[in-house]
């Protein structure tokens, strides 16, 4: 590791087999905290080569306990977080809405690293189980519509990462990497980036696969559809920008979408946009996210796939997905 620093510090970059074999061997336990801090810090101050965040992924999955959940054609609604706006966890919301409006989701989160509270922060304190047993996740999936991945059950080699994250407390390349790793290999999916570097690196990437994707980053700042501004969405040999009028909507500003900064906090508002009594800014916001994952699996136009969201929360699909979900065991 030691070499492999020096070189990093003298602005070098890594190929990407080199990328894997780092990564593999900070899993194995080859490396003591203080290296691996800084092999993280590195990627802190300089941006990650295309060739390395390839090697990385590469052993994420090759080391992750996969599930096939293939023949559900489940969608995945991530972002990388690291966005630093502290908004509710309006892709996990739009998970739902999406499962209400019949698409399947294979939801691959985690805790809140960057953020005051990610993913599994709020799943777990409103009660849905975690689980990397196949056959409750299939059953969750095609009974329910959305099963939920909690990455730390699925990237057991990870562990020794994990409260080294905690401490440092800001963006890693972990950040980048957690849409990628879904271990269900969804074949479809919508993420959100924190810049449009990275909406780029995304877009080599997937263009690389047979993944049906959208990718998205506000220009504003936001890891998602913020509906504050214009949006950059990349999907397979199409690149547009899109905001609140796409969606036959006014603007909204940044505080109407901000919230969740402690847990009981974002599970009041997750619930409330579920029972359809949250605010028109907040559930607007969920539905123009689920509307492009929805747009991205049906491919139909996006205000129609909008009203299809509208109509999850309206009709209260969504809070049933929800409901079973909670309930399955």
């Known amino acids: 590791m030691k070499e492999v620093l020096n070189r990093l510090i003298q602005h070098q970059t890594l190929s990407k087999s080199e990328a894997k074999e780092i990564l593999i061997n900070i899993a194995n336990g080859s490396y003591n905290t203080s290296q691996i801090a800084s092999f993280l810090t590195v ?31 489940p969608i995945d609604l991530c972002g990388t977080g690291g966005d630093g706006k502290d908004t509710f966890n309006i892709s996990t919301l739009a998970s739902f809405v999406t499962a209400g409006a019949g698409v399947k989701v294979a939801k691959h989160g985690n805790y809140g690293v960057s953020s005051s509270c990610g993913s599994s922060n709020v799943l777990e304190y409103l ?11 299939e059953r969750a999936i095609d009974k ?18 994990a409260p080294i994250r905690r401490d440092l407390g800001v963006k890693t390349f972990f950040n980048m990497l957690g849409p990628m790793v879904n271990p269900a290999f969804p074949p ?24 049906n994707f959208s990718i998205v980053h506000a220009l504003d700042g936001y890891d998602e559809i913020s509906l504050t501004g214009n949006a950059k969405v990349i ?13 036959d909507l006014n603007p909204l500003q940044m505080s109407q979408i901000a919230g969740g900064n402690t847990i ?18 907040q559930k607007q916001v969920v539905c123009a996210n689920a509307a492009l994952a ?13 009203q299809q969201a509208i109509e999850s929360i309206e009709s209260g699909n969504a809070l049933a997905v929800f409901n079973k979900l909670q309930e399955l065991n």
Do not use: W
Request: charged share 25%; aromatic share 10%.
């Open 144 to 161: 329910v519509g959305i099963c939920i991945l909690h990455a730390p059950l699925f990237h057991p080699a990870m562990k020794n990462v």
């Open 188 to 211: 479809n999916q919508m993420v959100g980036v924190f810049n449009l570097e990275l909406a780029r690196l995304y877009s080599y990437l997937y263009q690389k696969t047979d993944k």
């Open 235 to 247: 999907s397979r040999g199409d690149e547009k920008i899109i905001n609140a009028t796409n969606f």
């Open 43 to 73: 990627y802190m101050m300089r941006s990650v080569a295309v060739e390395e965040l390839e090697g990385f992924r590469d052993a994420l999955l090759e080391l992750c306990l996969n599930v096939d959940l293939s023949m559900y054609n």
């Open 264 to 281: 009981e906090n974002a599970a009041k508002i997750f619930l409330s946009v579920l029972e359809n009594q949250s605010t028109d800014a």
């Open 294 to 306: 929805i747009k991205t699996v049906k491919n139909i136009d996006l205000k129609e796939a909008y």
């Open 127 to 137: 009660g849905i189980k975690f689980s990397n047993d196949k056959d409750y996740l």
